[in-house]
């Protein structure tokens, strides 16, 4: 199945075009761009341990390590995107073959945020003389959350750069029909009325200092949601004539911050009501799920990649192999609908089951043999691939339920106590207590 899915959304002469009509400095000369991601997609799914490690064991590589780890510095944050951006279109009409709902109908949803890569090893000579973090860059990733692909991806090499400033060429690639949803860093003037303007719409969790209003009606009651109580207004800001909404959230507990209230801002006609809207906003949480599973699965935090574009590629490429995971998972739990309607497949599990086989499968069959699903019809993929998922073990593959997190206090520790050494099994014995 993944072999299917990842020929559907990557094939080497596709991505070679992608290189070609993306590239702006870069050019293709012994090594292509197929072979780079080729080798990272190894690394992410966890079938070898580093990007050394992957090339020294590839018979063909036509270069030297030393070129190769020039072409990955290189790599233009262009074509990252544009990777992410064909490889959803290509695998969004196989995951329309199979059962979907819409969270909102007529609207397709996407969730905005962005993922701060951590510090990096100084393993670049630049690096080795400095005393604080390494921070390689960050990403602003757009997420669907009905069809459960990242959509577009906007890569930016400087870590200090203002999410807000980058988030402005996605406003641009905005269509009609779209809900974007964001959080309170993403409430600005220019935001909000560029959504406006290319006929999308938007909830976003209002800032405490901006924009400024220049327009509020008058509050009245809009009933409750599963978290609270609910109130509107219509508001309006300066340059935009189109009155907008402000939804009141009064919850009935507080968040893990302490926070009581929430209000958010939306554009969306009245026939959607504000208990949709309060509802809506509550999905964008899936995309924190979403970074934490690239991070723990997928090995998105490449540390030993201390160069912006490099860490970059590794976290687009993570991305790229998330979204064909997630039309296994989806192929999965319908194939087993009938047998347990409640299976949700475990993104882990999932990849755990993919790397256990998938080195004997290259082994066994060429890639001569899967070269024909690139070119395969939406419904044939999706046909086939449901028919392979029927082969597999819905307790494989499902989630493990777990409790809620018991909280934990925290507060001032002395340094001398951090320092502090033990012994596991004095520990051990310690609690287990004097036996009888």
């Known amino acids: 199945m993944a072999r299917v899915a990842l020929e559907q959304a990557l094939p080497a002469g596709w991505i ?3 290189f070609e009509a993306n590239r702006q400095r870069q050019y293709p000369r012994e090594l292509m761009m197929s072979t780079v ?13 580093s990007l050394h490690a992957a090339a020294r064991k590839m018979e063909r590589l036509p270069v030297s390590l030393a070129a190769l780890y020039d072409k990955v510095n290189r790599t233009e944050p262009a074509v990252l995107r544009a990777l992410v951006q064909g490889s959803a279109a290509r695998l969004a009409p ?27 090893q100084k393993r670049l000579s630049p690096l080795r003389d400095q005393r604080g973090a390494a921070l390689p860059g ?6 669907d959350p009905d069809q459960a692909l990242v959509t577009d991806i906007v890569a930016c090499e400087d870590a200090h750069e203002s999410e807000r400033t980058v988030a402005r060429t996605l406003v641009a690639s905005a269509r009609a029909g779209e809900l974007w949803l964001a959080d309170s860093h993403f409430c600005t003037r220019t935001l909000l009325q560029g959504w406006q303007q290319t006929g999308a719409a938007f909830i976003v969790r209002e800032h405490g200092r901006h924009p400024s209003l220049v327009q509020q009606g008058s509050w009245h009651e809009a009933g409750r949601c599963e978290t609270g109580v609910l109130a509107e207004q219509s508001i309006g800001i300066e340059g935009d004539g189109v009155p907008w909404r402000r939804i009141q959230l009064v919850l ?29 906003y509550r999905r964008r949480w899936r995309i924190e799920g979403l970074f934490g599973r690239l991070e723990s699965v997928l090995n998105s935090e490449i540390r030993t990649l201390g160069h912006p574009r490099a860490a970059l590629l590794g976290f687009a490429t993570a991305v790229l192999a998330y979204n064909v995971l997630s039309l296994l998972k989806r192929c999965i739990e319908q194939a087993h609908r009938e047998q347990a309607p409640e299976l949700e497949v475990s993104t882990y599990h999932l990849a755990v089951d993919v790397v256990s086989d998938y080195k004997g499968m290259l082994i066994a069959l060429p890639p001569s043999a899967w070269s024909s699903w690139s070119e395969a019809s939406p419904e044939r993929t999706a046909d086939y691939l449901l028919h392979l998922a029927r082969f597999v073990s819905p307790r494989s593959v499902a989630t493990s339920k ?35």
């Open 94 to 120: 196989v995951m329309a073959q199979l059962d979907g709902e819409a969270s909102l109908a007529g609207w397709r949803l996407r969730i905005l945020d962005g993922n701060h890569l951590p510090a990096s």
């Open 138 to 143: 960050h990403t602003l990733v757009v997420y």
């Open 252 to 280: 009935d507990e507080p968040t893990r911050d302490g926070l009581t209230q929430l209000n958010l801002w939306s554009n969306l006609p009245h026939e959607v009501t504000a208990q949709q809207i309060a509802n809506l």
């Open 37 to 49: 991601v080729e080798l990272m997609m190894l690394v992410s799914l966890g079938l070898r341990p």
């Open 16 to 18: 070679d075009e992608v």
């Open 402 to 436: 777990r409790g809620p997190k018991k909280p934990k206090p925290k507060g001032y520790v002395e340094a001398a106590a951090v320092r502090k050494h033990v012994s596991t099994a004095r520990v051990l014995r310690s609690a287990k207590g004097a036996t009888p």
